[in-house]
């Protein structure tokens, strides 16, 4: 397998990530700023979860059969992807998902405050008062 | 501002890119990710916990600190946007006073179809959140899936009705304890673990009250009733999130 077959992946995570930080950086409406985020978010979680990767392994759920408990062969290890980015990642959803949520309060707050969410305008407003 | 944004990007970019050709080739066998602690969890996690679904073992198992301070982030987040956008500020208060009595003379009509449709999806999505719950020892799911599928199933009836009509049965009083209570119960487990004479979080602790079971299956139910917790915290933030956030803290006009 060449070189570019095995890595090209990870060009696609660095493309997101730098779509997600372009975006947090340039955009001047800060709920804008925060899809950025998100994206560069996505771009790390997409990331750790391709890290869990094996070439011929399945997903890490044991194939189970009700009631019949005795019959399973002990599971080797390539044959189950690895379950720990799984675990970091499925958190992590949730907790960015709540923070998200946290990070529009304060969007929120801040149009009560000044009557826009452009930053430009706001910082404007900030000097003049 | 914006040539330095992307001239930032593309030297990050860069960087990463650079970085990248270091990584493993993707799949690997023997990635470093991939050895040592992850073979042990996947060729022994079942013989010690009698949960197939490796994730929920892992996950409520062997990193169940790592997940019980994640549910106590959900949680500090609901209260952090409760103390943002719920409780009465000046300048919040009163903008979202004028602008929800302008939303209240331009209601949009009541829609039969729209109202039949939601009333028709809640149950069997309330009844599938359960299910991903309670089924996520065997198959894929667990708390945080289960919490979310519960806390969209109410948003769904939010959305098709509006949110006094949900808070009418729903009301605050009964999600916001919710949340604490989810939190509380896998707390509660550790500390009972404790109390019991094994370490924090440890299951096999709680074997002395149920004295007939294995040591594999009662860490088997100590996943499941930690789990359970999650399950009622992360459903009742993400409808307080939705409810919060629509109605910018009054819980009075939705979307």
Redesign the interface.
């Known amino acids: ?1 060449s ?1 570019f077959e ?2 090209f ?3 696609f995570f ?2 997101l ?3 997600g ?2 975006g947090a ?2 955009k ?1 409406n800060l709920v804008k700023k925060l899809i950025g985020l998100s994206i560069f978010q996505t771009a790390i979680i997409l990331f750790y979860v ?6 011929g ?1 399945d ?6 059969d ?1 009631g019949h ?1 005795g019959h ?1 062969l ?15 990642m ?6 960015g ?3 998200v ?2 990070a ?3 969007i ?2 801040i149009y ?2 000044y009557g826009t969410v452009e930053e430009d305008l706001i910082l404007e407003k900030i000097a003049n008062s | 501002m914006r040539g330095l944004a992307i001239l930032c990007a593309i030297v990050v970019g860069g960087i990463l890119l650079w970085g990248s050709t270091d990584f493993p080739a993707w799949g690997r066998l023997d990635s470093p990710a991939s050895v040592n602690l992850s073979d042990q969890y996947i060729e022994h996690a079942f013989e010690e916990t009698h949960v197939p679904n490796l994730v929920s073992a892992i996950l409520a198992d062997y990193r169940n600190y790592d997940t019980m301070f994640e549910t106590t982030v959900v949680f500090t987040a609901c209260t952090a946007i409760f103390l943002i956008l719920r409780l009465p500020l000046g300048p919040l208060a009163r903008h979202r006073n004028t602008t929800h009595v302008q939303a209240a003379r331009q209601r949009l009509p009541r829609d039969p179809i729209l109202e039949m449709a939601c009333r028709v999806l809640f149950p069997p999505t309330h009844l599938f959140g359960l299910y991903v719950l309670t089924h996520g020892h065997y198959s894929p799911g667990g708390g945080f899936q289960a919490g979310v599928i519960l806390g969209a199933s109410f948003i769904l009836l939010a959305i098709g009705f509006d949110l006094r009509a949900i808070l009418a049965r729903f009301p605050e009083g009964l999600f916001v304890p919710m949340t604490a209570l989810g939190v509380l119960l896998y707390i509660g487990t550790g500390v009972l673990c404790l109390v019991l004479g094994g370490n924090f979080l440890d299951y096999e602790a709680l074997r002395v009250l149920a004295p007939g079971i294995s040591k594999e299956m009662i860490r088997s139910h100590g996943i499941l009733i930690v789990e359970s917790g999650v399950t009622l915290t992360v459903g009742s933030v993400i409808f307080a999130i939705y409810a919060n956030l629509v109605s910018r803290g009054n819980q009075m006009e939705g979307l």
């Open positions: 397998m070189f095995s890595h992946i990870y060009g660095v493309a990530l730098m779509i930080l372009y950086i340039a001047v391709s890290i869990g990767k094996k070439d392994a997903i890490p759920i044991l194939p189970y009700h408990s399973m002990a599971p080797m290890a390539e044959q189950y992807i690895n379950p720990v980015p799984h675990v970091l499925l958190t992590a959803i949730v907790v998902v709540a923070t949520g946290v529009l309060a304060v929120q707050r009560a405050e």
